[in-house]
C-alpha cells in the first residue's frame, strides 16, 4: 500500500484572522527545516492504534507527537494552557480547573505554575539528559506543531476549533509538561497548601495535631495514602519460570487511573530500525513508551508507598514570622509576590505572595494542625522536583533483553513515583522499587522528628516531619545517588525470582510473601508489619489459589489466560470476609430487625460476592460497607502481622455496639439506594454502567475499599445518585504479555479508547470489548500489524 506523503512545506493555515496569529507562532517557535530525506511513517491498526516507524529519536517522538494529536489536540492545548499559568485568562479565574488529583480555581493553578516553573532551570537541567532525549524533546515539539499547521483551525475537532488558546508548543511547555509530571506525588499535589500559606497575622499558638484529623486531610492530597481509595493506583503481577506453563514469563499490567485529563494513557507502537521496537502505552506529552514490552521483556507500574517529600518544621522568629531559625542563626524567607493579567470582570488581577525556605516553600494545612503560627511553619522539600531522568530511563527500558538490563536502565533513579514489575522470555521476575525517594534513614527519622506529635503523623498520616531548625536533618547525601539527597539505587528493594512478584500498591514487604522483605531499607520507602489494602490481599490470596490449584481452574500455573480470567472475576474480599458474619447475625436477629435491615439481610444473603455488572445485590453491598467499614473495631479478628494476607477479617457481631451500628448501617443502605431510585437487589451494572455512542454498556468492577482487583471508581461522588455511579477512574490501560519463540505473544485493551474527544469514533470503543471481558490481540510481529491495519499509511518528512 502506498503512503501518503505530507511534504513539511506543503499545509498552510487558511488565512482567516484566527489563524495568522498561530501561524505566525508556529514559524517562530518550530518552524520546519528544510526537507532532510528523513521520514517517519504512521500505521493504524484495530482500535486506531499507531505504529510509529522512523530513523531516528526525532522522528520516532516527531511521529508520536503528530499521531497523539490526531486523537488528543484539544486535551493537549488545554494542558498547555495549564502550564503556562493562562487558565484564569481563557477559561475563568474562579472556575475549578483539573490539577493533578484533584481541582482547583484556575487562578489558584495559574499563580502557583507561575511561581514553581523556573524556564531557565528546566532548560539547563535538560541538558543533563542524553543526546537521545534531546532529540526526542525537538521531534515531540516539532510533530505537535506540524500536527496544527496541518490540520489548520478549522480542522480541529470542536471543543477547541478556531480558540484563541490553541498555540503552538514549545520546549519550554515541554519541559514543563515533564516537571508537573514529576511533582504530581508530592508538591504537586499540596499546591493548595502552598497557596495557603501566609503569615500569621496576630501571634497565634500553634493547635494541637488531631491525628485523624490530620490524616484525612494529608489523604485529599496524596498520591498513594489512602487505601480506601482517591488516589492513583494499579495492580501489577509478574510470574517466572517456576509459575507458568512453558517456562516463559508472564506479566500482567493494570493500571488504576483517571479516564480523563492528561493522565489518560494512550497505546502506541514505535520502532527504529535496529535500535528500537517496542510497543505499550503512554500519558501525554510524552515521546516515550512508559508501560509495555518487546520481544524480549514486559514491564509494567504501580504507584509506590515512598515518600517524594518530607516537611521541615520551622522554628519561627517571635518578632517576625517571616524569619525561621537555623543552627541557631536566623534566616529570612525568599518572598516573592505573583500577579496575573487582568482578568475580565475582576477589578484587580489576582495575585499571591508566596514564601520560600533554604528547605524549600512554606506550606499550610492547618486542618491537620501545620498551619503557620507565630512559634512555627512548615516547608516543603520534594525529592523530583527537577528530575528530567525519567525519559532516559524509558528510552533504555524499551530496548531492555532482561529484566536485568531493565533493572539497570532505572538505575538512574528516573522513576519519580512508581514501582516497576516485569517479566522477561527466560522465565525471570521482578519487582523494583527504584523512585525517588528522600535519603532519611530510620535513625535520622527517630533523632530529627522534632516533636512526639510529628512522630505520631508519620504513623497515622504517612508524613514525615524533620526538625528544620537543624542542618544536620538535610537529608543524607550519598555519592552514589543520581541526584543529591536520594535514596541510592543499591539501597532501594529489588527482587529478582523464578516464582512470581505483585504489588497492588502497599510497600515492598509482600512483594513476594514467600520469601523474606529487603533488610534495612528506609522507612520512607515503605513500612513492613502494617495491615495491608484489601487489593493486595486479594492478589495474593487469587495467586496462592491458583499456584496451588485449588482456585477452580484447571491446572495449577499461570499463564496468560489464566491472567486474564482471575483479573476479571470480579471477586469482592470485603464481601468475602464479612457476609458470613453478616448473615449468621441476621439470622440471630431477624425478629430485631427494621423493615430496611430485613431487606438488606435477605438481598445480600442471596448475592453472589463478586462485583460482576450482572451481580444482584452488589450496589447494595457496595453502600453498606461504605458505613460499615468506618465503624470502630468492626472487624472480629483483628490485624496479625504474622498473618497479613488474612487479617483482619470477619465482623464483630458479639459486641453490642458494633453489632447495632453494622445494622444500622445496612438499613441506611437500602435507603440509600430507595433515594436514588434503585431497588435493593438491582445488578451492578444498571447503576454501573456508561452511555457510548447511544449504547448503555454495563460495566463489571468494584471500587478500592472493596477489594476488587478489577477497580473502578466514581471520584467525586460519596454515594450513589439517580445516575448511578459517574465511573471516572480505575482500569484503564491493561496488558497481559507472555513469549514465545516469536517474541512477545500480547493481548490487552484501553477501556476509554484512543481519544479524549467525545465525538470521535476513538473515545470509549473498546469499553465493549472490557464490559464483556474480552481482550484485544496487539499486533507486534510485522505479519500482525499488517492483519490489522486500517486505512493508509501516513508519511511525514521532518
Excluded at 137 to 148: E, I, K, M, S, T
Amino acid at each position: 500500500m502506498t503512503p501518503e506523503t505530507t511534504s513539511t512545506r506543503s499545509s498552510r493555515f487558511p488565512r482567516a484572522a484566527t489563524s495568522l496569529a498561530l501561524g505566525a507562532l508556529i514559524a517562530g517557535c518550530a518552524s520546519a527545516p528544510p526537507p532532510t530525506g528523513r521520514a517517519v511513517t504512521i500505521e493504524r491498526t484495530t482500535f486506531g492504534i499507531p505504529h510509529i516507524t522512523a530513523p531516528d529519536w526525532e522522528g520516532i517522538a516527531y511521529g508520536t507527537a503528530y499521531a497523539h494529536a490526531q486523537d488528543n489536540v484539544c486535551q493537549t492545548a488545554e494542558h498547555l494552557v495549564t502550564l503556562r499559568g493562562e487558565r484564569s485568562q481563557f477559561f475563568g479565574a474562579q472556575t475549578p480547573g483539573d490539577f493533578g488529583l484533584g481541582k482547583l480555581p484556575n487562578a489558584q493553578i495559574d499563580l502557583f505554575i507561575r511561581y514553581h516553573m523556573n524556564d531557565a532551570a528546566l532548560a539547563q537541567a535538560a541538558t543533563t539528559t542524553s543526546p537521545q532525549v534531546q532529540q526526542a524533546l525537538r521531534g515531540y515539539v516539532a510533530g505537535y506543531n506540524r500536527f496544527l499547521q496541518d490540520a489548520g483551525p478549522g480542522g480541529l475537532p470542536e471543543a477547541c476549533r478556531g480558540k484563541p488558546w490553541v498555540r503552538p508548543m514549545t520546549l519550554a511547555d515541554l519541559s514543563r509538561a515533564t516537571e508537573q509530571s514529576m511533582i504530581q506525588g508530592g508538591l504537586g499535589a499540596l499546591a493548595g497548601a502552598v497557596l495557603a500559606a501566609t503569615p500569621p497575622v496576630t501571634k497565634t499558638t500553634a493547635a494541637p495535631v488531631d491525628l485523624q484529623q490530620a490524616a484525612a486531610e494529608i489523604a485529599r492530597y496524596s498520591f498513594n495514602a489512602n487505601p480506601e481509595g482517591g488516589e492513583f493506583g494499579s495492580n501489577g503481577w509478574a510470574f517466572g519460570r517456576n509459575a507458568t506453563p512453558d517456562g516463559r514469563g508472564v506479566l500482567l499490567g493494570n493500571p488504576h487511573f483517571p479516564w480523563t485529563g492528561t493522565n489518560r494513557f494512550w497505546q502506541l507502537h514505535q520502532t527504529i530500525p535496529g535500535q528500537l521496537d517496542v510497543m505499550g502505552a503512554t500519558g501525554g506529552l510524552s515521546p516515550v513508551v512508559s508501560i509495555g514490552f518487546n520481544k524480549d521483556v514486559a514491564w509494567t507500574h504501580t504507584v509506590s508507598t515512598g515518600k517524594r517529600f518530607t516537611l521541615y518544621e520551622l522554628k519561627i522568629d517571635p518578632n517576625d514570622p517571616t524569619v525561621y531559625w537555623v543552627d541557631g542563626q536566623p534566616k529570612r524567607m525568599a518572598v516573592r509576590t505573583i500577579t496575573l493579567p487582568a482578568v475580565a470582570g475582576s477589578a484587580t488581577p489576582p495575585q499571591h505572595t508566596f514564601y520560600a525556605t533554604d528547605w524549600g516553600p512554606v506550606v499550610s494545612l492547618p486542618r491537620a494542625g501545620l498551619g503557620w503560627t507565630a512559634q512555627r511553619a512548615y516547608a516543603l522539600r520534594d525529592a523530583n522536583t527537577m528530575n528530567v531522568r525519567s525519559a532516559d530511563s524509558w528510552m533504555r527500558m524499551g530496548q531492555a533483553r532482561n529484566v536485568a538490563e531493565l533493572r539497570a536502565a532505572m538505575g538512574n533513579q528516573g522513576m519519580p513515583w512508581i514501582n516497576t514489575l516485569a517479566a522477561d522470555r527466560d522465565g525471570n521476575a521482578m519487582y523494583a522499587d527504584l523512585s525517588a525517594v528522600p535519603d532519611v534513614s530510620a535513625a535520622m527519622l527517630q533523632s530529627c522528628t522534632p516533636t512526639p506529635q510529628a512522630a505520631a503523623l508519620l504513623n497515622a498520616a504517612g508524613l514525615p516531619v524533620l526538625d528544620g531548625s537543624r542542618s544536620v536533618c538535610a537529608w543524607n547525601r550519598d555519592a552514589a545517588a543520581a541526584q543529591p539527597g536520594l535514596i541510592p539505587a543499591a539501597r532501594m528493594p529489588v527482587v529478582i525470582t523464578p516464582d512470581y512478584v505483585q504489588n497492588s500498591n502497599d510497600s515492598f514487604w509482600l512483594s513476594n510473601p514467600e520469601t523474606q522483605p529487603m533488610p534495612g531499607v528506609s522507612p520512607l520507602v515503605g513500612f513492613i508489619g502494617t495491615p495491608q489494602r484489601l487489593r493486595t490481599r486479594s492478589a495474593i490470596l487469587e495467586i496462592r489459589g491458583r499456584l496451588a490449584g485449588t482456585d477452580g481452574l484447571p491446572g495449577n500455573r499461570m499463564g496468560a489466560a489464566e491472567v486474564q480470567s482471575v483479573i476479571f472475576r470480579d471477586k469482592n474480599l470485603a464481601g468475602m470476609l464479612v457476609m458470613d458474619d453478616l448473615q449468621a447475625a441476621c439470622a440471630a436477629s431477624a425478629t430485631a430487625l427494621t423493615p430496611d435491615q430485613q431487606v438488606g439481610c435477605r438481598m445480600l444473603s442471596a448475592w453472589d460476592r463478586t462485583s460482576n455488572s450482572a451481580s444482584k445485590g452488589a450496589p447494595l453491598f457496595r453502600e453498606f460497607w461504605r458505613k460499615t467499614k468506618d465503624v470502630p473495631k468492626v472487624w472480629r479478628v483483628p490485624f496479625d502481622p504474622a498473618q497479613p494476607v488474612t487479617t483482619p477479617a470477619g465482623l464483630d457481631m458479639a459486641t453490642p455496639a458494633t453489632r447495632d451500628a453494622v445494622f444500622k448501617a445496612l438499613g441506611e443502605a437500602v435507603g440509600t439506594l430507595r433515594v436514588a431510585g434503585f431497588a435493593a437487589d438491582v445488578e451492578l451494572g444498571v447503576p454501573q454502567s456508561r452511555l457510548v455512542r447511544g449504547q448503555k454498556i454495563p460495566l463489571h468492577g468494584g471500587d478500592e475499599f472493596e477489594g476488587v482487583l478489577n477497580k473502578l471508581e466514581s471520584q467525586g461522588q460519596s454515594l450513589i445518585d439517580p445516575k448511578g455511579y459517574a465511573i471516572n477512574y480505575g482500569s484503564s490501560y491493561m496488558q497481559v504479555v507472555t513469549f514465545d519463540a516469536r517474541g512477545p505473544v500480547a493481548e490487552g485493551l484501553l477501556t476509554y479508547g484512543q481519544s479524549s474527544d467525545l465525538a470521535s469514533p476513538r473515545a470509549y470503543d473498546q469499553l465493549p470489548l472490557f464490559a464483556a471481558k474480552q481482550w484485544h490481540p496487539l499486533p507486534f510481529h510485522p505479519a500482525d500489524v499488517q492483519a490489522q491495519r486500517e486505512g493508509k499509511p501516513v508519511q511525514l518528512a521532518y
